[in-house]
Nanobody
Framework: QVQLVESGGGLVQSGGSLRLSCVVS?????IGWFRQAPGKEREGVAC????????FYGDSVKGRFTISRDNAKNTVYLQMNSLKPEDTAVYYC??????????????????WGQGTQVTVSS
């Protein structure tokens, strides 16, 4: 059973930065970060496949957020820069474990972390 544990959320001022971490136990095909704000649908933020070159980002975060991975630590990161109040949400780390999906499909995520709150003040 793959488990994902996020950390690193918090309160930051507009224009600031945060780095989220996700410790992953087990193997997966793709891994991604999603977010959900109150009253809004869940949104794909960033994802990557088994190779570092296959990274994809949601339109609202392109150029500001970066997904990366440290295989030695079994950890995936989301570096968030130039944060805006509209980035406020619960951020979830998720993995595609059961069946392969193309990484840019944003589909197939069947294992989820508990989420971490990110709040950006104006």
């Amino acid at each position: 059973q793959v488990q994902l544990v996020e950390s690193g959320g918090g309160l930051v001022q507009s224009g600031g930065s945060l780095r989220l971490s996700c410790v992953v136990s087990g193997d997966y095909y793709n891994i991604g970060w999603f977010r959900q704000a109150p009253g809004k649908e869940r949104e794909g933020v960033a994802c990557m496949g088994q190779t570092l070159r296959s990274e994809f980002y949601g339109d609202s975060v392109k150029g500001r957020f970066t997904i990366s991975r440290d295989n030695a630590k079994n950890t995936v990161y989301l570096q968030m820069n130039s944060l805006k109040p509209e980035d406020t949400a619960v951020y979830y780390c998720a993995a595609v474990v059961t069946s392969w999906w193309p990484v840019n499909s944003w589909e197939g995520y069947d294992h989820w972390g508990q989420g971490t709150q990110v709040t950006v003040s104006s």
